[in-house]
């Protein structure tokens, strides 16, 4: 293996990218909470990969823990107490296997791009509408930097993604490290969100692993849900895996849990 995974810690901040993190005040308390914010992939000096992960002690920190726009879609139903949940649980939020903090740049002017023409490229419209958008939060300034480069270079194409990093097992170490930090910490389960197998397009786009990676680590189901999926290349994917003779429940998503 020659990367190395590690939790992540205070000191590091500023090396690792930090786009589904709302603020330094959250951060800073998730730290002191749980010592960590999740686990990183290492190139040497360069961070490459990282897994967002917390840690839940009673029902109401599935809501106050956890960002809008990284909370998984099974907490509604622990809330409502539709399935029991061993507590303290570590939950994996996301994976981003190959973000980097040059990748984070271009994913930043990506999405500014994105939303700068149909909002006449107004840095406050344009602020307004990237924190609406799921997963995203950019402060004003940031978006103000990015159409100024956007403007001085003219730029329409960015890579927003290192794919040397992709297939390497990276994603599955950081679990590995992910499920011996909860064990060290006194937690009772490890809790993750399983994409279905052989469809990359929705482990990429939702930042998970598939329940299958997940299994072979000695995780079991605990729940399955059908997502109806908005975004139209991982629907597309799910539709051809059906025509292709998959049955619904291999293209459900599924809670999957590790006791530790």
């Known amino acids: 293996m020659d990367f190395t995974v590690r939790p992540i810690t205070p000191d590091e901040i500023d090396r690792v990218p930090l786009r589904c993190w709302p603020d330094r005040d959250a951060l800073a ?11 990183a992939a290492w190139d040497g000096n360069r961070c490459i990969a990282q897994l967002h992960c917390y840690r839940i002690d009673c029902p109401d920190d599935l809501v106050s823990n956890w ?5 998984p879609w099974w907490t509604e139903s622990v809330q409502k107490s539709e399935v029991h949940l061993q507590l303290p ?6 994976f981003h296997v190959g973000r980097t903090l040059q990748t984070a740049q271009e994913e930043v002017l990506e999405l500014v791009h994105r939303f700068a023409q ?7 419209r ?11 939060y950019l402060s004003r300034k940031e978006v103000e930097n990015a159409v100024h480069e956007l403007f001085i270079s003219k730029r329409d194409g960015f890579d927003t993604e290192a794919p040397e990093y992709r297939g390497r097992g990276i994603g599955t170490a950081m679990c590995q490290e ?5 064990t060290n910490h006194g937690c009772a389960v490890v809790v993750g969100s399983g994409v ?10 939702e930042g998970a692993l598939p329940w299958t990676t997940y299994a072979r680590l000695g995780f079991r189901n605990k729940l399955l849900q059908l997502i109806v999926d908005d975004h139209a290349p991982i629907r597309q994917a799910k539709e051809r895996a059906l025509k292709s003779g998959r049955s619904q429940e291999d293209v459900c998503h599924r809670m999957m849990v590790f006791d530790v």
């Open 29 to 39: 308390k998730l730290f002191i909470s749980q010592e960590t914010i999740g686990m």
């Open 67 to 71: 960002p809008r726009w990284n909370r």
């Open 89 to 94: 649980a570590w939950c994996h939020a996301c």
């Open 118 to 124: 149909q909002s006449e490229w107004d840095v406050d």
């Open 126 to 136: 344009i602020h307004e509408k990237l924190n609406l958008f799921d997963a995203v």
């Open 178 to 182: 992910s499920i011996r930090w909860a």
């Open 196 to 205: 279905p197998s052989g469809i990359p397009v929705a482990a990429n786009h």
